[in-house]
């Protein structure tokens, strides 16, 4: 990122006459703004309430004083505001400038960086140095403070400040009063404010344009979700029933896959068999049919007023209901026939379906992005989004979107914000890092992670130390779903209810946003066939009978009120994975506005584990303090260094610990 002077620069013109000379350019250099991603090129993320600190180089050659400011606005606003930026490392003469700036509304902020010289302060530093070297016979000096006071005088507007400055200058200026009194006048802390309230900003430079924060509703950040398929709890009408029950285990989001009319066409069957039976509901992904498409509700699940229903009862719970967007199509969608230039077509004549090695899906078939109709084919996503939305759905879980150009995300979630701000966007792209950071930036408000594959103390504190400290924090909010219709891991396969207890648990204190999928309170694990991550019998292809009386709910109740009870469980890079003497035992403490948590996790599911875990003098802690385990209510006394810890599995598979001093 670069700097430039608000003068225009030196060209080959002849050389002006005296007064039409341009001023010379700045010899202030701004360097390394931040926050910032990739130059400037995408928008950081923040959430209402936040503050972001604002960060940067500021030097210029030679040795005058230089002033600061961050210039901001928020969305609606017509003026910029300034907040000075102050030194962070004055003590070593240092260039680092940084200041804080509250975001208090959502939707897109601007902030720049303006410096310029600080004339009358040079003046008087200059004037300090020698007074205090005890010079004598300045008047020189003070008359060239009679010029800048002279010249403040006609500008500040404030009367007290305009006051505080004609005193001085008819100090400086009197003859009969003694130059020791002008010195005390001319170096009063006052008078320096005053002179800095309305100064000119000679040779000042700004960043070559503003910095975008995209600032959202706190949802997009902290939020329990909970999925179910509608069909297996009765419709949207039954979904709707959990409500309350859902609201009094603490989630925040209720996540529902595609409901939309299914096709007949290739049907899939039972555990993805290729031949549907009379009864099999077939898979909601493959969406479409002669009940519609991506616009209709299937009429076994009742009807857009039924799902309107939904979404106003979950708003009074303070529940938002999520809905997948997945831009696929059966072979009986209406598209087919009445937009087939948006499909894929072989030489032959026939469609391809949709495949991803070693998987294959029969049922659906993708759009084609390169058609020379695409125009129209994203207006129709948008149109389908946005009928959604004004029915109540301010989610959307995207399914695949890393499989989808990059340009038609960052126009449809533009668009779409553009008439609604509080809609929120969850990245399914279980992909390369590259790619899931890349969607991140485009404006995806979270995503989907490798969580479900780090088992291992020590690939969490890696992968976890990456997500919050990286620069990746800034765009890329994590959602750690314990498991999904898709992913059952070998690890809950087969470490009984113990795996099922340390998973959630890490799911909920490390990340601030997490999902489980119905069944996995019930403590679901057997996979279709030895090697596979899919369920044995998947709901994605039958129905079941649910109902929310798993026997892990209590601790998931509990989890969601420690979580909403305690600040430091609801930000992400407020992390400090500690040392635990056992690689059996992760443990790492969270902080925020004098709340601190401690979580110890035993991630062995067969057998217990004891060690130690060394709180560091570094949290600034006390040397010996109180901590109350929130899921047993019992209470301990800790110190800092070595603290003993053993969890058994069947027992107690996990600390969640608040520090209480």
Partial sequence: MTTRATSTRPDAKPAPSAAETEPSPSRIVIQYPSPTIDGGRFAVKRCVGDSVTVSADVFRDGHEIIRAVVRFRGPGDSRWRDAELKRTDAHLDGVRWATEVELDRQGRWQYTIEAWTDVFGTWRA?????VAAGQTELAGELSEGIVLLSGAVQRIRAKGARALVEHALATLCDETVPESAKHDVALG?????????????????????????????VRARFGAWYELFPRSWGGLSGAQAQLPRLAELGFDILYLPPIHPIGLTNRK?????????????????????????????????????????????????????????????SADHPWLTEHPEWFHH?????????ENPPKRYQD?????????????????????????????????????????????????????????????????????????????KLGFSQSYTYFTWKNAGWELTEYVSELAYSGEQEYFRPNFFANTPDILHAYLQYGGPAAFEARVVLAATLSPSYGIYSGYENFENLAVREGSEEYLHSEKYELRQRALDGPLLPLIGRL?????????LQELSNITFLETANDALIAYAKQSAGNAVIVVVNVDPHQAQEGLTLVPASLGLPPIFTIRDLLSDERYQWRIGPNYVRLEPGVR??????VEI
């Fill in 126 to 130: 200059e004037l300090a140095r020698k």
């Fill in 189 to 217: 802390q006052e008078l320096a404010r005053a002179m800095a309230r309305d100064e000119e900003r000679p040779g000042r430079v700004m960043l070559d344009e503003p910095l975008r924060i995209e600032v959202d509703r």
């Fill in 269 to 329: 069957g039972r555990d993805n068999a290729l031949v549907a039976g009379p009864r099999d509901p077939g898979s909601p992904w493959a969406i479409g049919s002669v009940d519609g498409g991506h616009e209709a509700v299937h009429p076994e699940l009742g009807t857009i007023d039924d799902l309107r229903s939904l979404t106003s009862a979950a708003a009074e719970l303070g529940i938002d209901v999520a809905l997948d967007f997945a831009i696929q199509c």
């Fill in 346 to 354: 072989r030489p032959d004549g026939t469609l391809k379906y949709a």
């Fill in 364 to 440: 659906i078939y993708n759009v084609n992005w390169e058609s020379p109709d695409w125009r129209a084919l994203w207006d129709a996503l948008l149109a389908v989004m946005l009928q959604w939305v004004d029915c109540g759905v301010k989610l959307f879980r995207v399914d695949n979107p890393h499989t989808k150009p990059f340009a038609f995300w960052t126009w449809l979630i533009d668009e779409v914000h553009a008439r609604d701000r509080d809609v929120i966007f969850l990245a399914e792209a279980f992909t390369k890092r590259a790619v899931m950071r890349h969607l991140g």
């Fill in 560 to 568: 969601n009120a420690v979580r909403r009870e305690n600040r430091a």
């Fill in 653 to 658: 598979q996990a600390h969640v610990l608040r």
